[in-house]
């Protein structure tokens, strides 16, 4: 056998490195793609150890269905065609008994383009369920809303990577570059190497923050407070842009009215963060030539998440950065395809193409794509947690089909989510390995995994790029492309999923996408292959595509964009005698999201085997514990197990443990589901904790 290069990209998160992966004799080997210019050849431990994963010996190679059928009884190998005509059998009994929303639907950002939409349009139109939504709304929602709230649409990053060096100072709030994006420090390091500056805002000293020149060490859950600080600043020492103010926005007046009270000395009560530092950060950014303001999940997983983020782009607008060279706000999208993932109607209140759901006119178009009455495309479904939360109530949801997502350690508040999976009458999991969702199921079905299927997902930077086939799947294992037209011609819809191959379901998402804020009429995979990749919006097939936006406008009724008035609030959970200390939990370098793929990667599992709990050592004393000693961390929710690890890293007053486990080292069991109000997002990053020792 030859050996044979393919050029693809990484299978995990959202900067979406360009790999080539050769197959050969000795198996399949990654090497970095030097062409591909958002990671220039660079990869982190993920990339260079994804493909084992392919040929795992826990990969699932044949559907599993419950013995007898009840819930109490083994999962055991069942045939495809058995598999498939319980669930079409059992999503019609239960919505024939129930009606159409007792069915629902939950996907993924690490779905391809095409699963995404078909999910949607599985969800619209073969179930007909309003019932849909994804775990994306854990993760991108906050930033997502207030993007389209103050710039008119969202688009991660509205410019592409290369801006990034010649920027002059950046803010990156609530944002690891260093663990969670590495190859994406190359281009800090040439912004630093030009004379920039970077400074971090985040509740811990993490390695970009002890990378960077400025490290603000907030108060969980205090962002907008400290923007609203930064915006005062500005304004009292006039280093904000009038002109472009004047020019190019609405609403200052009210957002000024806000910041006006937010003086630096009461910032520094709220925020913890020193009013000296805070007035030296706000005169840096008031004197940049380029000023550019990132956010991530810090800020943006919290209650008030979209007020954090909207905050934040105030700063960006006040100095007149957005829609500028090298200049401007961005947040640093997570997962694989959380862009492209949030664009296509996989979102409760979504259609492809980033329309409303509740627009009439967006309603008629796809109505057009899809050969159905409009009437007959359903209205904004549940949120995330919602649609979870309904689950053994009156009206609420019973059946459930689960693709790219492992709920049951992802979601918030996970104890209850894992009894509300098992209330279900009928839940069902397509995923390649035994999730932990996957193990409550009545039926598991078998996918494909990234290297065995053709697609296309969309980068942080909104550059849409093909997912190249590899090698064959397993015998036995499906698409979920496959999977979803299968379904849907049991549920009667034959005609309405009918695709030859991916590339036809993208030709119908370019179609569907039409007109709509991420048009990706113009985006084919021949141009996608020859031009590495293509920006949206792209309209037509003569368009080049669109790197930077708001250049000349932004996309809202006035062709402004919008300042927010927004305040500091408080935290869904503040600390008490009882819960002393804030919890916040993240990602680490060497594990990814739920774990279910890299817990069982062998290089990632010799890095990072274990979760911890990371305190500082001052903290540990007066709890009385020490470094390696096994503790357990207990909230309003549930407890949890870890080995404590201390650092001089964090504050005194907020311990961190990584998300990435299940059961007994869930953080997720811990966390609080207080939800943002407007986009629904749950707050991973600040809850109140308790410590004790563990039993020995
Ligand atoms: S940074 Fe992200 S895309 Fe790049 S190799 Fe690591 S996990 Fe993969």
Redesign the pocket.
């Known amino acids: 056998m030859m050996p044979a290069t393919t050029a693809t990209?990484?299978?995990?998160?959202?900067?979406?490195?360009g790999?080539h992966l050769t197959t050969g004799p000795a198996g399949m080997i990654v090497s970095?793609d030097a062409a591909f210019p958002v990671?220039q050849g660079?990869?982190?431990?993920?990339?260079?150890s994804?493909p084992e994963t392919l040929t795992h010996r826990d990969r699932l190679r044949t559907p599993l269905v419950r013995e007898t059928g009840a819930r109490c009884s083994p999962l055991v190998p069942g045939t495809w065609d058995d598999a498939l005509e319980r669930i079409a059998r059992r999503f019609a009994e239960i919505q024939t008994r129930h009606g159409r929303d007792a069915a629902a639907v939950f996907g993924g950002g690490s779905l391809t383009n095409e699963k995404a939409y078909l999910l949607g349009k599985f969800a619209r139109v073969a179930l007909g369920t309003s019932n849909i939504d994804y775990n994306g709304r854990f993760c991108m929602s906050s930033g997502a809303a207030a993007a389209t709230m103050a710039l008119g649409v969202d688009r991660g990053l509205p410019f592409p990577l290369e801006d990034i060096p010649q920027a002059t100072t950046i803010l990156l709030a609530g944002a690891n570059i260093a663990e969670?994006?590495?190859?994406?420090m190359q281009y800090f390091e040439a912004h630093r190497s030009r004379g920039g500056t970077v400074i971090v805002v985040d509740p811990r000293r993490t390695p970009t923050a002890a990378w960077a020149d400025w490290h603000l060490a907030l108060r969980p859950g205090t962002d907008a407070a400290l923007a609203n600080g930064l915006l005062h600043v500005l304004i009292r020492d006039d280093l904000i842009d009038t002109v472009y103010i004047r020019d190019r926005t609405e609403g200052f007046e009210q957002a000024r009215q806000i910041a006006a009270v937010y003086w630096p000395e009461k910032v520094e009560q709220l925020t913890g963060v020193p009013a000296p530092q805070l007035v030296e950060i706000a005169h840096h950014l008031g004197a940049a030539a380029h000023p550019m303001i990132l956010t991530a999940r810090g800020p943006e997983q919290q209650s008030q998440g979209v007020s954090n983020t909207l905050a934040y782009i105030n700063i960006a607008l006040a100095l007149g950065a957005v829609g500028k060279p090298y200049s401007g706000f961005g947040c640093l999208t997570g997962q694989?395809n959380g862009q492209g993932g949030r664009e296509h109607g996989q979102k409760a209140d979504q259609l492809p193409g980033y329309r409303r759901i509740d627009d009439d006119e967006a309603r008629a178009h796809m109505a057009d794509v899809w050969g159905i009455p409009a009437s007959a495309i359903p209205g904004i479904g549940k949120s995330a947690y919602e649609l979870l939360m309904s689950i053994g109530r009156g009206g609420g949801v019973r059946s459930l089909l689960v693709m790219g997502s492992n709920i049951a350690v992802s979601a918030p508040n996970a104890s209850v989510v894992r009894e509300k999976l098992e209330a279900l009458e009928f839940l069902v999991v397509a995923d390649f390995f035994l999730s932990e969702t996957a193990e409550l199921a009545d039926v598991v079905l078998p996918c494909t995994q990234w290297a065995e299927e053709d697609g296309t997902l969309t980068n942080l930077e909104g550059r849409v790029l093909r997912r190249r086939k590899v090698s064959e799947p397993p015998e036995g294992v499906r698409s979920d492309i496959e999977i979803l037209c299968t379904l849907g011609e049991r549920l009667g819809h034959r005609r309405q999923f009918l695709y030859a191959n991916s590339e036809a379901v993208f030709d119908e998402l370019r179609r569907a996408s039409r007109g709509g804020p991420a048009d990706y009429f113009g985006i084919t995979y021949e141009r996608v292959e020859t031009e590495k990749g293509v920006f949206w919006p792209c309209p037509s097939i003569g368009h080049p595509g669109t790197q930077r936006l708001f250049t000349d406008a932004f996309p809202t009724p006035s062709k402004r964009a919008r300042f927010h008035a927004v305040s500091h609030r408080s935290i869904g959970e503040e600390t008490t005698e009882e819960f002393p200390f804030y919890l916040t939990t993240g990602r680490i370098l060497a594990q990814?999201q739920s774990g279910t793929q890299t817990r069982r990667v062998r290089a990632l599992d010799a890095i990072a085997a274990q979760p911890f709990l990371e305190m500082h050592p001052s903290s540990a004393t007066v709890v009385g514990v020490a470094a390696g000693d096994r503790v357990v961390l207990t909230t309003r929710r549930g407890s949890a197990t870890f080995v404590v690890k201390t650092t001089l890293s964090i504050r005194e007053d907020t311990v961190f443990v990584p998300f990435h486990w299940a059961g007994e080292q869930s953080a997720n069991r811990l966390t609080n589901a207080a939800l943002d109000p407007t986009s629904k997002m749950p707050e991973f990053k600040v809850c109140a904790a308790r410590i004790d020792r563990a039993d020995p």
């Open positions: 990209h990484c299978p995990y998160c959202a900067l979406q490195c790999i970095g990671n660079a990869l982190c431990v993920k990339g260079w994804a969670t994006l590495p190859p994406l694989g990814y």
